[in-house]
């Protein structure tokens, strides 16, 4: 008689899918960008800025933009999960790679929340949810119910996996990307422009070149431009991330680009004489700055009540399909940061769909514990914008460091004229957080402080077999940079003394200087080529087992 021998259950994935194409990586960033802050960002630039916000958000593009193209050649160079937070764990080693992949994860967990959020805000139009907010916009008992129930939702897709997520999301993003477009062209056409605005109420720059740049990283402009590194921090599930990812990341700050810009130009050109004040920041009743959903209240208020329906529809699609794909990287950036040895190791556990489902779970638990202090909107638009900004500095740093020392590796994209464009998007990235005010950035660095803690506590108790190496001699400018900008922005006229120390203009050139400065230091201390070729070679080549293997589509 035969044995019987016992069968074994599978075994578990060990290793991400590579199942996402050139369309699921494009839609994963622009479906990123195109989010809550098209419904509200037209209307908070407004307030902050007057008219000019359009120059507004021509900087905040131009801004992004320079950043995008950066990311877009590190991507195509190293096609990891979670690449934004591990392209300067290669270039400078385990300290300035545990501060860069936190700021990562500060930035990717909090963005769901305020997607939900933003979601609650304009569900309240409906009388089923008229108690979901208090009057001073804040979560109600019932609202932080039903927005921790979205944000279970969230989750509870992230776990079907990544095809799944990708196919969810491209569907979400055709309907996100047409719906803002078709309000452009039809509050344009039917509901009529009113080229007079640009000179109403009290004037076109109200507030000069302050507001204008104040309202570049406190209006939701900044904000409503980040998404564009989903592409890489999807890489490492990319079918063909050599070719995609560039093309990925640069197209989506393209469609972005165009449909922001017009989206301001059109919102301020459509609104009646009657809904404007005798300032453009003066609240009152029926004028544009008391609405809560600024696009459908403009479509109801010019005749058109079908597109304002169309818009309640959208407030729950763009943002929750944003609020999807931030989930996503969330778990795939603390997967990353696990397997660099920074977070503890149940991070890389993967579920029987190849997705980190401790990653989703943390995502979920975060997203909740937003809603206690920060529970509307804006209140965390700009420690979100600060955040992003300081995860993205770590990528021009690192692109300079990567064409010093390794000339010669494999660029599919290579960025023109990266000597220039690379040290310029750091400057931008710095004078974003001077902008964002004091007010948020000394959040942002008890945030910073509070994350230094965690990673530690992962190296005391060995929550991680890997105990990367520090490298304290490569991340000696860090410490330099953090503590000196936030000199620099309490000194500004955008701390917190009546009297400014550095006035406006002299505090962008100082914070140029210091930039520039610290980046050739940065670059001067980086690793070494032995160094980079090292740490890359411990997990690149594992990640990318296979990709050889993959279909190209």
Known sequence: MAAVTEQQPPARPVSLKREIGLIGLLWASTGSIIGSGWLFSAQKGLIAAGPAAVISWVIGGVAIALLALVHAELGGMYPV??????????????????????????????????????????????????????????????????????????????????????????????????????????????????????????????????????????????????????????AGESKNPKRDIPFAVIGSIVIGLIIYIALQVVFLMALPASAIGSTWAHVGPGLYTAFTGPWAQLAALVSLGWLAAILYIDAVISPAGTGLIYTAATSRVS?????????????????????????????????????????????????????????????????????????????????????????????????????????????????????????????????NTHNPVMQWRAAQWLPVYLIGLGVIVYLSPYGPLKSPVIPLWWDMAVTAVFSVAIYYWALAVSLSTEEIEHMVNEVVPDEEEGLAEMPIA
Not at 82 to 101: D, E, L, M, T
Not at 137 to 162: D, E, H, K, Y
Not at 354 to 371: L, N, R
Not at 379 to 384: A, K, M
Request: charged share 10%; net charge positive; hydrophobic share 50%.
């Open 335 to 463: 997967y990353g940061l696990s397997r660099n040895g920074y977070f503890p190791q149940w991070y890389e556990r993967l579920n029987n769909r190849s997705v980190p489902w401790a990653g989703v779970i943390t995502s979920f638990v975060v997203g909740c514990i937003c809603f206690l202090p920060f529970p509307s909107w804006q209140s965390l638009v700009g420690l979100i914008t600060s955040a992003s900004v300081l995860m993205y500095a770590g990528a021009p740093l690192s692109l300079g460091v990567f064409r010093r020392r390794l000339p010669n590796a494999e660029r599919p994209w290579r960025l023109p004229a990266a000597s220039v464009i690379s040290p310029l998007a750091f400057v931008v990235a710095s004078l974003i957080i001077l902008w964002t005010g004091w007010s948020t950035d000394w959040k942002l660095g008890v945030a910073i402080v509070l994350g230094y803690l965690i990673l530690g506590l992962t190296r005391v108790f060995r929550l």
């Open 81 to 234: 999960s979670g690449g934004s937070a591990r392209f300067p764990h290669y270039a400078f080693g385990g300290a300035a790679g545990a501060s860069f992949g936190w700021f990562s994860f500060l930035q990717a967990a909090t963005v769901a929340p305020i997607e939900v959020a933003a979601v609650i805000n304009y569900t309240t139009h409906y009388s089923f949810a008229k108690g979901w907010l208090k009057p001073d916009g804040l979560l109600s008992t019932s609202g932080l119910v039903v927005a921790v129930l979205l944000m279970a939702v969230l989750s509870a897709i992230n776990f079907l996996g990544v095809r799944v997520l990708a196919t969810t999301n491209s569907a979400a993003t055709w309907w996100k990307v047409a719906v803002p477009l078709l309000t452009i062209f039809v509050v344009a056409i039917v509901g009529g422009l009113h080229p007079s605005n640009f000179t109403a109420a009290d004037g076109f720059a109200p507030d000069g070149a302050k507001g204008i740049l104040a309202a570049v990283s406190t209006s939701g402009i900044i904000f409503s431009y980040l998404g564009f590194e989903q592409a890489d921090q999807l």
